[in-house]
Nanobody, 113 residues
Framework: QVQLVESGGGLVQAGGSLRLSCAAS????????MNWYRQAPGKQRELVAG???????NYADSVKGRFTISRDNAKNTGYLQMNSLKPEDTAVYYC???????WGQGTQVTVSS
C-alpha cells in the first residue's frame, strides 16, 4: 500500500512563504498525476494545484502567480511552493495521486494577519 506523507506546514505571517512536501512510499509520480487540495474550517475541499504525468500544471485562480507545484520523480516527492501567503490560505493541505487515488493525511497551514 502506497502512502503519501505531507510535511512543511506551519504558522507564517501574511506575505511569508512555505514549501509543502509530499513524500510517496513508492515510485508513483511517474505514472500518476499529483494534486494539492486544501480544506478550510467550514468549507469544502478545493483543488489548489495539479501537475500531470507529462508535467503540465494547473492552478486555482486564487493562487495563480503565488503558488508553484512541482515534483521530483527520482525522490518520489512532490512540492507546493507557496509565496505571498494570505490569511485566506489558512487550511489543511492534502496531496493526492491520481488515478491511483492515494491521499495524504494533510498538513496544517496557518497564515496570520
Amino acid at each position: 500500500q502506497v502512502q503519501l506523507v505531507e510535511s512543511g506546514g506551519g504558522l507564517v505571517q501574511a506575505g511569508g512563504s512555505l514549501r509543502l512536501s509530499c513524500a510517496a512510499s513508492g515510485s508513483i509520480f511517474s505514472i500518476n498525476a499529483m494534486n494539492w487540495y486544501r480544506q478550510a474550517p467550514g468549507k469544502q475541499r478545493e483543488l489548489v494545484a495539479g501537475i500531470s504525468v507529462g508535467g503540465r500544471t494547473n492552478y486555482a485562480d486564487s493562487v495563480k502567480g503565488r503558488f508553484t507545484i512541482s515534483r521530483d520523480n527520482a525522490k518520489n516527492t512532490g512540492y507546493l511552493q507557496m509565496n505571498s501567503l494570505k490569511p485566506e490560505d489558512t487550511a489543511v493541505y492534502y496531496c493526492a495521486a491520481f488515478p491511483a487515488s492515494y491521499w495524504g493525511q494533510g498538513t496544517q497551514v496557518t497564515v496570520s494577519s
